[in-house]
């Protein structure tokens, strides 16, 4: 089976930095994403990795490391509009479904 | 390039009734994912289309089943309505196998 765990809430200062960390068990695994999601709105695409290491988009970044079954997503220069919930995802190699966890929201304080 | 749409944005319904969601999908992508989404929840994986074939089921039971059209458009469609089928229900579509999916605004379902 699959199983996810992020921390539920967390707050931060705007100009800031924060990583939210995700954990996953995977009976297979093919890639990782993270989404936003705005309060009432539709999950928005972040970033995706497959393989090791860093990826690096604008001030988000996303770190995978496969064998501790670990991501982080990381926000630089937080801005007031960062404030919602970060979801992580895992894809399945067996099903290709892929498997929310229950998301990260963010607080971003003046 | 037309985004995701969904129908209708908000629905009440009564226990034991039954609805239909339709989204269509982006242009250019083949593959449509369903997904329920709780308040304070991540989205929960319904089931997935591809080629107008069921292509991957999460938990639901039988009562949740899904259509795909050749325009690849696709419907949801809940029998026998409970009062926990209350949720976001969204509709996000990918290319096969792709990295992206794009999420339509959702329909907001109310069963009382």
């Known amino acids: 089976g699959q199983n996810i765990d992020q921390p539920t809430e967390m707050t931060a200062t705007e100009g800031a930095i924060v990583q939210i960390n995700c954990t996953y068990q995977t009976s297979g695994f093919n890639g990782l994403f993270w989404y936003q999601q705005h309060a009432g709105e539709a999950p928005t695409f972040l970033s995706y990795?497959?393989?090791?290491g860093l990826e690096e988009k604008g001030r988000f970044s996303s770190f995978l490391s496969r064998s501790k079954g670990y991501s982080y997503l990381l926000l630089k220069e937080l801005q007031m509009k960062d404030s919602a919930s970060y979801l992580c995802a895992v894809r399945s190699n067996r099903d290709d479904k892929i498997i929310f966890g229950k998301g990260t929201r963010l607080h971003i304080l003046p | 390039e037309t985004g995701v749409t969904q129908s209708p944005t908000h629905l009440i319904k009564t226990r034991g009734q039954q609805v239909t969601l339709r989204c269509s999908s982006q242009?250019?992508?083949?593959?449509v994912s369903w997904y329920q989404q709780a308040l304070g929840q991540g989205p929960q994986f319904i089931f997935q289309y591809y080629r107008e074939e069921e292509n991957g089921r999460g938990n639901f039971p039988p009562r949740f089943s899904g259509l795909q059209f050749p325009n690849y458009s696709s419907e949801l469609n809940v029998n026998a309505l409970e009062l926990d089928d209350s949720a976001l229900y969204l509709c996000a579509s990918s290319t096969a196998r792709g990295n992206e999916q794009f999420f339509g605004p959702g329909t907001r379902l109310t069963v009382l």
């Open positions: 242009s250019g992508h083949n593959t």
């Open positions: 990795n497959v393989l090791d």
